[in-house]
């Protein structure tokens, strides 16, 4: 039996949980998702806790287990608490600074780069160096972050760029010199 997807799922105060033939709707104080899951599966709703179970050991069945017990899961987290990622720029001038809804950064370009962020997200820059974006659908927030380092991705040598607070960037020695 699967360790993660044989776990109940409580669900908080506010939170309202709707399950329609395989889609469930998951409502709270920060927004609405909504999430398809497969036939085979098998979602219920008892006494605040969803239940999610599967029919046999088939290899397929025991993956979508986990798998959808972790996604209704992070839909009642997002909804009623939200997800936030961290970001950090590293570099001799690099800044980022809010202009109305959009991010505009700094970055050693020869012009400035301007990211709007989604429907439900959003962005918040505490520090010149500190991005903060968040929102209540785990996998929108994650993209938009990833989206962010992309732009200027830590480079391996001095270690400039833009990173994830907790991320370690394993630096490489550089030439090496005449004697």
């Known amino acids: 039996m699967s360790r993660i997807g044989k776990l109940p799922i409580p669900v908080p105060a506010g939170v309202d949980v709707k399950i329609e033939g395989t889609n469930i709707t998951v409502k709270g104080p920060k927004g609405t998702l909504t999430q398809d899951f497969p036939k085979e599966i098998s979602v219920t709703l008892d006494e605040g806790q969803v239940t999610v179970t599967r029919p046999d050991d088939a290899k397929q069945n025991r993956a979508y287990h986990g798998l959808i017990r972790a996604l209704i899961q992070n839909m009642v987290t997002g909804v009623s608490d939200g997800f936030e990622i961290s970001l950090d720029m590293v570099g001799v001038g690099y800044r980022a600074q809010m202009q109305g809804d959009k991010l505009v950064l700094a970055i050693g370009y020869s012009h400035p780069v301007e990211v709007t962020p989604g429907p439900g997200l959003s962005i918040e820059v505490p520090a010149p160096t500190?991005?903060?974006?968040?929102g209540f659908d785990k996998q929108a927030v994650g993209q938009l972050a990833a989206d962010i380092r992309k732009i200027r991705e830590p480079e391996p040598y001095k270690g400039k760029g833009i990173r994830y607070t907790n991320e370690f960037v394993r630096?490489?020695?550089?030439?090496?010199?005449?004697?």
Do not use: T
Not at 130 to 134: A, D, H, T
Not at 171 to 179: D, F, I, T, V, Y
């Open 130 to 134: 500190k991005i903060l974006v968040k």
């Open 171 to 179: 630096l490489k020695a550089g030439k090496a010199g005449k004697r």
